[in-house]
C-alpha cells in the first residue's frame, strides 16, 4: 500500500479535510451511542410508566373520537417490544 504524503498546499488541504470529517464521524459515533445507551436505559427503567401515560392520554380522547383511538391503540401494541 503506498504512503499517504501529501505534496502541494491542496493535497495538504485536503488530507485535513478528510483528517477533520474523520474526527468528526468518530465524535458522531460516540455521540450516538451514548444517546442509544441512554434511551435503552430510560425504556428499561420507565417502560410501564410511561405505557401508563400513553394509556390515559388515550383514554382522555375515546368518548369523542373511538374509531381514532382503536387505531391509535393497534398501533401502540404493535410498537411493543
Same mark, same amino acid.
Given at each position: 500500500? $503506498?504512503?499517504?504524503?501529501?505534496?502541494?498546499?491542496?493535497?495538504? !488541504?485536503? #488530507? =485535513?479535510?478528510?483528517? *477533520?470529517? $474523520? #474526527?468528526? &464521524? +468518530?465524535?458522531?459515533?460516540?455521540?450516538? +451511542?451514548? !444517546?442509544?445507551?441512554?434511551?435503552?436505559?430510560?425504556?428499561?427503567?420507565? !417502560?410501564? *410508566?410511561?405505557?401508563?401515560?400513553?394509556?390515559?392520554?388515550?383514554? #382522555? =380522547?375515546? $368518548?369523542?373520537?373511538?374509531?381514532?383511538?382503536?387505531? /391509535?391503540?393497534?398501533?401502540? &401494541?404493535? /410498537? $411493543?417490544?
Amino acid at each position: 500500500m $503506498s504512503k499517504l504524503s501529501p505534496v502541494v498546499a491542496y493535497q495538504r !488541504w485536503l #488530507a =485535513g479535510q478528510v483528517i *477533520a470529517a $474523520s #474526527a468528526r &464521524i +468518530d465524535r458522531c459515533r460516540l455521540h450516538l +451511542d451514548a !444517546w442509544e445507551y441512554r434511551r435503552a436505559r430510560r425504556a428499561e427503567l420507565c !417502560w410501564d *410508566a410511561d405505557r401508563k401515560v400513553e394509556a390515559e392520554k388515550l383514554a #382522555a =380522547g375515546l $368518548s369523542k373520537r373511538p374509531s381514532l383511538v382503536a387505531a /391509535q391503540l393497534r398501533h401502540v &401494541i404493535t /410498537q $411493543s417490544p
